[in-house]
């Protein structure tokens, strides 16, 4: 039997009303997240993936969307799977810097408001339907099912 990798990312928020992105070269951007470690809850996860990928103090507040997400690879084959959970939060950080690793692939940080989400040509790991909601201010998705996010 497979065990269910848990991912947890956070759609942050400053005082001003803008989202956080790693932006990297390419079009693409992300938001920060990881996969959960033993014992630790999915809002946790969004916390310490954050801070690590951004620098920034955050506070976790609602679920905004929950899904099995199916990554494919560029050729539609099955890469993986995990249970995505996306959260809401908040910071009053004012200067995030992404963290080494996405230093290594010339990402960086940028607060943009929620409907520019839509001019990326990806937001990971959003698939399209979950980015154009959010994109339209919607924030209260629920739990979606089973979704593809489909690889370049």
């Known amino acids: 039997m ?4 848990v991912v947890a990312s956070a759609l942050i928020r400053n005082t001003a009303r803008l989202i956080l992105v790693l932006e990297s070269e390419g079009g693409f951007a992300a938001m920060p997240g990881g996969s959960s ?3 630790e809850t999915p809002e946790e996860t969004a916390v310490r ?3 690590e990928e951004t620098g ?3 506070s976790v507040g609602k679920l905004v969307a929950l899904h099995d997400l199916i990554v ?3 050729d539609g084959t099955e ?3 995990f249970l995505h959970y996306l959260f809401l939060a908040s910071t009053t950080d004012t200067s995030p810097q992404p963290g080494s690793e996405w230093q290594n692939w010339g990402a960086t940080c940028r607060w943009i408001k929620l409907e520019d989400l839509s ?3 990806g937001v990971w790991p959003l ?3 979950v980015r154009g909601q959010i994109a339209l201010g919607n924030l209260n998705l629920g739990n979606l099912g089973e979704l593809k996010y489909q690889m370049e």
């Not at 497979?2 to 990798?5: A, L, T």
Request: proline share 8%; net charge positive; charged share 40%.
């Open 2 to 5: 497979r065990k269910e990798i």
């Open 79 to 81: 890469k993986c799977r």
């Open 49 to 51: 993936e954050s801070s």
């Open 56 to 58: 920034l103090s955050v």
């Open 127 to 129: 698939p399209e339907q």
């Open 119 to 121: 001019r990326y040509r």
């Open 37 to 39: 470690e033993l014992g």
């Open 72 to 74: 494919l690879n560029p």
